[in-house]
C-alpha cells in the first residue's frame, strides 16, 4: 500500500528512530511501511493519523481513494 | 550515563525498548547458561551422551531442572512477545507457520512410504530440525527482505 509517510516524517525532521520511538514500534517497523513492505495494524494507523494529525486516507493509499 | 541530548523523544524512547528487549535476551541467556553448563557437564560426565546426562540425578532435581526450563522459556516467549512490534510478530507467525506446515507435510508423507516400506522408519529429530530450520529460514528472509 502507498503512503505518504516519508513526506510526513521529513516534514517533521524526524528519523525513522524518532517516528518509531514516537509510535512504539522499532526503527525496522517504521522503514518497513514505508517502503510498503508492511501494512500497518488498524490501532498503529490511527496512531499515524493522530500523530500527523491527518486522516488515515490523507496518509495512506489503498488505490482506490481517486476512483470516484 | 547520561543521553546525548540531540537524541528527541521518540529516539530515547526507541533506545529504552531496543535496550529492554536486548536486556531480556541477555537475561534469558544468563538464565539458560547454568542449566546447560549443569547438563553438559553431566553429560561429560556420562561418557559425553547428552542422553546420558541426567544418569544418576534423583527424579526430583530432573523435574526441578526440566520445569526451570519450560518456566524460563515460557516468560521469554511472553516478555518477547510483550517488547517486540506487529512487523516482528506477523514475521514469527509467518516462520511458525511455516515450519508447521512442513511438519504437517513432511512427517504424514514419510510415514505413508514407511508404511509402504519404501523407506525407512521417519526419524522424529530429523524432521524437527527440518521443521525449525525452515521456519528460520522464513523468518530470516522476511527480515532480510522487508528491512
Known amino acids: 500500500m502507498e503512503n505518504r509517510l516519508r513526506v510526513l516524517r521529513a516534514e517533521r525532521n524526524w528519523s525513522q528512530a524518532e517516528l518509531g520511538g514516537r509510535l512504539g514500534v522499532s526503527r525496522q517497523a517504521v522503514n518497513a511501511i514505508e517502503t510498503g513492505k508492511h501494512d500497518p495494524s488498524l490501532p498503529l494507523a490511527f496512531k499515524l493519523a493522530r500523530l500527523f494529525e491527518r486522516s488515515i486516507e490523507e496518509i495512506f493509499d489503498d488505490g482506490t481513494n481517486h476512483a470516484g | ?147
Open chain 2, 1 to 147: 550515563m547520561t543521553e546525548p541530548t540531540m537524541l528527541g523523544e521518540g529516539e530515547r524512547a526507541e533506545r529504552q525498548r531496543r535496550r529492554r528487549f536486548w536486556g531480556a535476551i541477555g537475561a534469558t541467556a544468563v538464565f539458560g547458561m547454568p542449566l546447560g553448563f549443569f547438563l553438559g557437564r553431566s553429560a561429560g560426565r556420562n561418557q559425553g551422551s547428552m542422553a546420558e546426562a541426567f544418569t544418576g540425578l534423583p527424579p526430583s532435581v530432573i523435574f526441578g531442572l526440566l520445569a526451570l526450563s519450560v518456566i524460563g522459556f515460557l516468560w521469554g516467549c511472553w516478555y518477547f512477545l510483550k517488547s517486540v512490534d506487529e512487523v516482528e510478530i506477523v514475521d514469527n507467525l509467518w516462520a511458525s507457520t511455516a515450519g508447521f506446515y512442513l511438519y504437517m507435510i513432511l512427517f504424514p508423507v514419510w510415514w505413508m512410504l514407511w508404511q509402504a516400506k519404501i523407506v525407512s522408519e521417519p526419524s522424529d529429530w530429523l524432521i524437527l530440525f527440518l521443521s525449525l530450520g525452515f521456519g528460520t529460514a522464513i523468518y530470516l528472509f522476511r527480515k532480510w527482505r522487508v528491512r
